[in-house]
């Protein structure tokens, strides 16, 4: 048994301290939390007979190794995944009827990931403050996106925290399977391009080093692009120091066009033009607005500040400016359906259960049906072009080292007319 002393907070939200005897740190902690208390620092007290403790060990001294850890091991950052299961476990809890914070001190509990535990108490201190879930989460934006910070910050306004965290961590679980099965789709081709980029490289730096002294000594040169492909091995330093400079040159024009407004608006334009990307980008922002739109009904919010809230998370610009204009119609008290009518940025088929959820007074459960089916309809687009992906690049790899090995092959055939010669 060894004695730990604590710091923590009671139900109430004030600090407290003292000291507590258990088997481990571990221990300590459960123990602690199993009383009501939620500990923010828990070290142990040397058991020396010497009631003072010596304190160049109570203090801890800075070291490599503990940067190391906190950098590399310890990071604060949440992957989707992450994410998702965080705030799939908030929003069950929240929903059963526990408060925020019972909430927060059941995930930061035992068995926790450590980073999840800071967050959760972090989040728990914070709020035991006076701020509200959605003020404390704003403190972290590199964890929370503001789309869920917006639709929570609505949830919050309407008293409905629970159901919007609910609807928050379907939309991240939906995320998370589309990125899972494009990644998941993407495998092999990457491997294919990884094996052709293996097989460039035997040719440059061994095939062809290995005949270019026969046409040397005979005064020809190589034969077609294999005469380039030595030139690149020859230059190799050269080209690499071309190519890195090129890159950066072209990262700092794109930082410095990331800051005029006008560049980036045409940008835009131009990505929501493209015939198929525009089309998925254009429904990525449909259902992103139709689904924020119908969260913040759903929470009593007035019809033009949702509108305003819900055009905020459209990331295009252009699009952005579009959907503007048509929630500049409805303030002059033109129906929903009637104001995106002709724009383009929500489906023909979307526009009619809007105009039905208008009359029938079932606007926000009608934005959510047609969030849903535009975000289906997205998920299968996708699945479709990464599914086409492969076949394509699987020809034009081949393809490509294909050719590069007949012109080595034919590289090989002609020296036997040089021997003649």
Not at 248 to 257: I, N, S
């Amino acid at each position: 048994m060894a004695t730990f002393q604590y710091k923590a907070y009671t139900a109430q939200g004030v600090i407290t301290a003292g000291t507590i005897v258990a088997d481990g740190v571990d221990a300590a902690i459960d123990a602690l939390y199993g009383s009501g208390l939620t500990p923010f620092e828990t070290h142990g007290i040397s058991d020396a007979p010497a009631d003072r403790p010596d304190r160049s060990r109570a203090v801890p001294q800075p070291s490599n190794v503990s940067i190391w850890k906190h950098e590399f091991f310890e990071s604060n950052r949440f992957s989707l995944k992450e994410l998702t299961a965080f705030t799939v476990e908030l929003a069950t809890l929240t929903t059963s009827g526990l408060p925020l914070d019972a909430a927060f001190r059941i995930i930061a509990g035992p068995g926790a990931a450590p980073k999840t535990a800071r967050l959760a108490n972090d989040l728990l201190r914070d709020i035991l403050a006076g701020a509200q879930l959605s003020e404390a989460m704003a403190k972290r934006p590199e964890i929370f996106p503001p789309d869920y910070r917006a639709i929570l910050s609505a949830g919050e306004a309407g008293g409905v925290t629970g159901q919007v965290l609910k609807q928050i961590a379907d939309l991240l679980a939906r995320r998370l399977e589309i990125r899972s099965k494009i990644t998941s789709a993407l495998v092999y081709p990457i491997i294919l391009v990884l094996m052709s980029l293996v097989s460039v490289t035997v040719i440059v730096f061994v095939l062809i080093p290995s005949i270019s002294p026969i046409f040397i000594d005979a005064g020809l040169p190589l034969p077609g692009i294999l005469s380039t492909f030595a030139d690149i091995q020859d230059n190799w330093l050269s080209v690499t120091l071309a190519l890195g400079v090129a890159a950066a040159a072209c990262a700092l024009l794109w930082r410095k066009a990331r800051r005029h407004d006008g560049l980036m608006l045409a940008f835009d334009r131009q990505k929501s033009a493209l015939p198929v990307i525009g089309k998925l980008i254009q429904a990525r922002e449909a259902g992103g607005f139709a689904r924020a739109l119908s969260t913040l009904l759903g929470a009593r919010v007035p019809l033009m500040s949702a509108m305003q809230t819900a055009r905020a998370l459209v990331i295009n610009r252009h699009l952005n400016a579009l959907y503007q204009h048509a929630i500049g119609r409805v303030s002059e008290g033109t129906p929903l359906h009637r104001a995106f009518d002709g724009t383009g940025l929500l489906p023909p088929a979307s526009l009619r259960l809007i105009a039905v959820g208008e009359e029938s007074g079932q606007l926000a459960a009608m934005l959510m049906q047609v969030a849903t089916v535009i975000e289906a309809d997205l998920q299968r687009h996708i699945e479709r072009m990464v599914g086409l992906l492969t076949p394509l690049l699987t020809l034009a790899v081949g393809g490509s080292i294909g050719g590069l090995i007949m012109h080595v092959m034919s590289a090989v055939l002609s020296i036997n007319n040089l021997a003649f010669q």
